[in-house]
């Protein structure tokens, strides 16, 4: 019984050719290069696994942002528009950055309003922050308000409201101006562009800026009751 055991499993068990030889041979080899080299991956892998995860919660991050900045809708820098008054003239106003808070209202932070006039005149308004209400076309600045002019006019104040179509700056509060009139100093200001009208609410001060006279200038120079209208040749009341 012994022996036919052994006999039937040497029948059964088949004896490798050279072919087969070799080809185990080849296994072998490919054997040597590539665990080898499955083990350095592995620990190549292991080693720059920061890196890659550092990348990808970066990539994650920016993404976050990018979708926050979709919800909070229109965050732009470098903000620019533009538009046409009644008088068919052109209007720019540029801010560091504007925020779409819904679709009438921009936020803007440190706006600049440009308007041409008539005679290739222009005039520029800037304010620390702004609120422009774009279908109405009005420009409300608060914050260290400077308005200038190209015929040397200067204007400060800490607010004003702009009314880009029709070419109309005013305000309710305090302002301080300078120019070749003179200086003027009034508790409230009312400019019309396109028609050269200024108008500023007293208790005020006004000193003229008169070389025809110096009696004219030192009578300038008292206080002027509530709700006067500037005007004249040498005012800013007129275009000069």
Known sequence: ????????????????????????????????????????????????????????????????????LRIRSGNMSGAIYRGLDTHQRPYMITADSAVQVDPER???????????LSGRGWVMVTGDTGVYMQHAQTLQLTGNVTLYRNDGIIM??????????????????????????GVLDAQGWFLAQHEGLAQFRGPGRLILNDDSGADKSAASARSAPAGTTVSGPHSTGTQP
Do not use: M
């Open 1 to 68: 019984q012994r022996a036919a055991l052994g006999a039937a499993r040497a029948s059964t068990r088949a004896i490798p050719g050279e072919s087969e030889l070799a080809r185990r041979r080849q296994l072998l080899r490919w054997a040597k290069w590539v665990l080898p080299g499955c083990a350095l991956l592995l620990l190549v892998s292991i080693a720059v696994w920061p890196e890659i995860d550092h990348l990808i919660n970066s990539n994650r991050i920016a993404l976050t942002q990018a979708a926050r």
């Open 106 to 116: 921009v936020d803007l932070v440190r706006p600049v309003a440009d308007t041409l």
């Open 156 to 181: 400060y104040g800490p607010t004003a409201d702009i009314d880009l179509k029709r070419g109309i700056v005013a305000s309710d509060t305090w302002v301080h101006a300078e120019g070749p009139f």
